[in-house]
């Protein structure tokens, strides 16, 4: 065997087990890396801003869900990942409402709803699954959601600095009475925000609407909602307009660059109640 053989053939028998202890090393650093992480902390408890009117729930991949507007009430703790748990405490509370095959429409009792964070502190979704909903034979549903609500993260082993009763009581009390103020009874900012987020919540979740469902889709996400404010019109109608263009081509869907536009919106809000109360600084 020539020279320039035995070296190739060292090579390829050099490399698999490079590349093999380049992999354990990857593997081990990553768990160590996990074992040393510290758990994160419970992060905020949010303000569920009030519906006007009941958001109808869109079924899909065995889930029944809406899209809803939030905020912050404690800049301190972080904001939560998208699917964290919360569940609704305070306020007037959170109905499920349904249509019978009989016709009748009924507030559900005891609904089985799965709150979960969608877009930071910006927006959640609220969901029931498809066969609890045929079980009880439901034909469609939609949500009500009362004023001063507020959402509390589910506690799970381990937090290292889990919400007190003092904390949870302090947010649903004086931070939400501020919230309300400030950002549930914002006007045009939060009308038009919800607006977006009603619009959005009747294209698909995932992937990309076809063209003729995205060009209905203003038609469409106003159904079922009435007495709109001129303004509150016209400034959702722009941005609707703006995604609809920006979202011609391209990865972005037009239900994710509504809820872009939803969140900003959001946000300023949010400021706004961070900047005027001591509890937010």
Same mark, same amino acid.
């Given at each position: 065997? $020539?020279? #320039? !053989?035995?070296?190739?053939?060292? #090579? *390829?028998?050099?490399?698999?087990?490079?590349?093999?202890?380049?992999?354990?090393?990857?593997?081990?650093?990553s768990l160590f890396?996990?074992? $040393?992480?510290? %758990?994160q902390a419970a992060?905020?408890?949010?303000?569920?801003?009030?519906?006007?009117?009941?958001?109808?729930?869109?079924?899909?991949?065995?889930?029944?869900?809406?899209?809803? $507007?939030?905020?912050?009430?404690?800049?301190?703790?972080?904001?939560?990942?998208?699917?964290?748990?919360?569940? @609704?405490?305070?306020?007037?509370?959170?109905?499920?409402?349904?249509?019978?095959?009989?016709?009748?429409?009924? =507030? +559900?009792?005891? @609904? *089985?709803?799965?709150?979960?964070?969608?877009?930071?502190? %910006? !927006? +959640?979704?609220?969901? =029931?699954?498809? *066969?609890?909903?045929y079980a009880r034979?439901? &034909?469609? +549903? %939609?949500?009500?959601?009362?004023?001063? =609500? %507020?959402?509390?993260? *589910?506690?799970?082993?381990?937090?290292?600095?889990?919400?007190?009763?003092?904390?949870?009581?302090?947010?649903?009390?004086?931070? #939400?009475?501020?919230?309300?103020?400030?950002?549930?009874?914002?006007?045009?900012?939060?009308?038009?925000?919800?607006?977006?987020?009603?619009?959005?919540?009747?294209?698909?979740?995932?992937?990309?609407?076809?063209?003729?469902? #995205?060009?209905? !889709?203003?038609?469409?996400?106003?159904?079922?909602? $009435?007495?709109?404010? !001129?303004? =509150?019109?016209?400034?959702?109608?722009?941005?609707?307009?703006?995604?609809?263009?920006?979202?011609?081509?391209?990865?972005?869907?037009?239900? &994710?660059?509504?809820?872009? &536009?939803?969140?900003?919106?959001?946000?300023?809000?949010?400021?706004?109640?961070?900047?005027?109360?001591?509890?937010?600084?």
């Amino acid at each position: 065997m $020539s020279k #320039r !053989a035995r070296a190739i053939a060292r #090579r *390829e028998e050099v490399q698999p087990r490079v590349l093999n202890w380049l992999l354990a090393a990857l593997v081990i650093a990553s768990l160590f890396l996990l074992a $040393s992480r510290p %758990s994160q902390a419970a992060p905020q408890i949010l303000g569920l801003v009030a519906s006007a009117e009941p958001l109808p729930m869109k079924c899909e991949n065995g889930l029944c869900a809406t899209e809803a $507007s939030v905020f912050c009430l404690q800049k301190w703790r972080m904001s939560p990942t998208a699917g964290t748990s919360y569940h @609704p405490a305070g306020g007037e509370g959170v109905q499920l409402i349904a249509l019978t095959d009989d016709g009748n429409t009924i =507030v +559900v009792p005891d @609904p *089985e709803l799965q709150i979960k964070a969608l877009r930071g502190h %910006s !927006a +959640v979704q609220i969901g =029931v699954d498809v *066969e609890w909903l045929y079980a009880r034979k439901y &034909q469609s +549903v %939609s949500l009500k959601i009362g004023h001063k =609500v %507020s959402l509390i993260p *589910e506690a799970w082993a381990g937090d290292p600095r889990p919400l007190t009763q003092k904390d949870i009581e302090t947010a649903l009390g004086t931070l #939400r009475d501020m919230g309300h103020k400030l950002v549930d009874t914002a006007g045009k900012n939060v009308a038009a925000a919800q607006l977006l987020a009603h619009v959005g919540g009747k294209l698909p979740r995932l992937g990309r609407a076809h063209d003729d469902i #995205r060009n209905a !889709a203003w038609k469409t996400g106003l159904k079922g909602v $009435s007495d709109i404010n !001129a303004k =509150v019109l016209a400034k959702a109608k722009k941005k609707f307009d703006r995604c609809h263009d920006v979202t011609f081509g391209g990865a972005t869907s037009l239900r &994710q660059c509504l809820g872009a &536009q939803h969140d900003i919106l959001m946000g300023k809000l949010n400021a706004r109640y961070w900047g005027a109360t001591e509890f937010g600084m």
